[in-house]
C-alpha cells in the first residue's frame, strides 16, 4: 500500500511590484556623497593642501609663535573651563527641569535653548554691555578691582553661556528615562538622598553627562561670535584662535592661516572620535 501524503497549499503570494516610497540604494548614496563632498571634502582637502605648501619648518614656526600658543592657550584652557562649569550647572538645570513642578517651568525649558537661536554677534554684544565698566554688572564689579568684560574672564563667560544647553539637552532625556523604581529601592534599603544619587542615579546619567561635556568643550574651541566683543582681543592676553586666523588672512598669510587652521581641524577629528566614543558608551548602557 502506498502513502500518499497530500500537501496544502494556499494560493500563491505575488512578490510586490509596487515602487517604493523612498529612492533606491544608489541614489541616496550618490546624492550623500556628492553633498558631503562639496560641503565637507572639497574645503578639507582645499586646506589641507593649501598647508602642505609648507615645508615642516614653516609649519612649526607658523604654529608655535609666541602669539598663536598664546592663543591655543587660552582657547583650549577657556573651553575647558567652560565646559566644566556646564556640566556642573547644565546637570543642576537638567535636574530641575525633570524632577520639579514650578510656576514658569516652560519659560525656563525654552530659555535653556536661546543660546541656539540667538546670533552669536548678539550674545557677545549683550554680555560686553552687560559686564563692561559702565555696564549693569560691570559698574558694581570694577570699583572691586574685579574686571571680567575685554578679559580672559570674559571669554570663558561667553562660553559658558554657548555651551549651557549641550549639556541640558543631553543629559535631560536620560534623566526622564531613568527608573524611579531602583531610587525607592535603595531608600528602602536604608540609603541617604546623597548615597541614592552617587551609587544610582549617578552612574546612570555619566554617559550622557560626559558626552554633554565633550560637545560643550567641542562648541567652545570653536566659538568666534559671541566671544570676540568680550574678549578685548590683546594678543598675548585674550585672543583666541579663530581671530588669529581671521588676522592671518587679512594680511594675506593663507599658508599661515590655514597652518593654525589645520591644527584646529585636527583638534576637531580628535574631539568627534570622542563624542561618537562617548555616545557609544551610552547606548550600550542604555542597551543593557
Known amino acids: 500500500m502506498t502513502a500518499i501524503t497530500l500537501v496544502a497549499t494556499g494560493p500563491a503570494v505575488p512578490r510586490s511590484t509596487g515602487r517604493r516610497v523612498l529612492p533606491g540604494f544608489g541614489l541616496t548614496l550618490g546624492y550623500t556623497v556628492i553633498y558631503l563632498s562639496l560641503v565637507v571634502l572639497i574645503p578639507l582637502t582645499a586646506l589641507v593642501a593649501k598647508t602642505l605648501t609648507l615645508g615642516w619648518a614653516e609649519f612649526w614656526a607658523a604654529v608655535m609663535a609666541p602669539r598663536v600658543l598664546a592663543a591655543f592657550r587660552l582657547t583650549f584652557g577657556a573651553s575647558l573651563l567652560a565646559a566644566g562649569v556646564n556640566a556642573v550647572a547644565g546637570l ?15 519659560l525656563v525649558d525654552a530659555l535653556v535653548d ?22 549693569w ?16 574672564a570674559g571669554v570663558v563667560i561667553a562660553l559658558i553661556f554657548i555651551g549651557l544647553p549641550f549639556v541640558v539637552r543631553t543629559v535631560q532625556p536620560v534623566l526622564e528615562d531613568a527608573e524611579r523604581e531602583l531610587e525607592e529601592a535603595a531608600q528602602c534599603l536604608g540609603a541617604t538622598r546623597w548615597q541614592t544619587f552617587r551609587h544610582v542615579i549617578f552612574p546612570t546619567i555619566l554617559p550622557a553627562l560626559l558626552t554633554g561635556f565633550a560637545l560643550a568643550f567641542a562648541r567652545a574651541v570653536g566659538e568666534y561670535g559671541s566671544v570676540i566683543f568680550i574678549a578685548g582681543n590683546v594678543p598675548m592676553v585674550s585672543e583666541i584662535v579663530p581671530l588669529i ?44
Open 137 to 152: 554688572v560691570g559698574q558694581w564689579l570694577e570699583p572691586l578691582g574685579i574686571q571680567l568684560a575685554f578679559q580672559p
Open 92 to 106: 543642576l538645570v537638567a535636574w530641575v527641569l525633570v524632577r520639579y513642578r514650578f510656576p514658569g517651568k516652560r
Open 245 to 288: 586666523i581671521i588676522g592671518k588672512l587679512e594680511q594675506y598669510d593663507f599658508a599661515g592661516a590655514t597652518a593654525v587652521a589645520t591644527v584646529m581641524l585636527l583638534a576637531s577629528f580628535a574631539l568627534l572620535l570622542v563624542i561618537n566614543a562617548l555616545q557609544g558608551w551610552q547606548r550600550r548602557r542604555a542597551g543593557s
Open 114 to 135: 536661546l543660546p541656539f537661536a540667538l546670533p552669536t554677534a548678539v550674545a557677545g554684544i549683550s554680555l560686553a554691555a552687560l559686564l563692561a565698566g559702565n555696564g
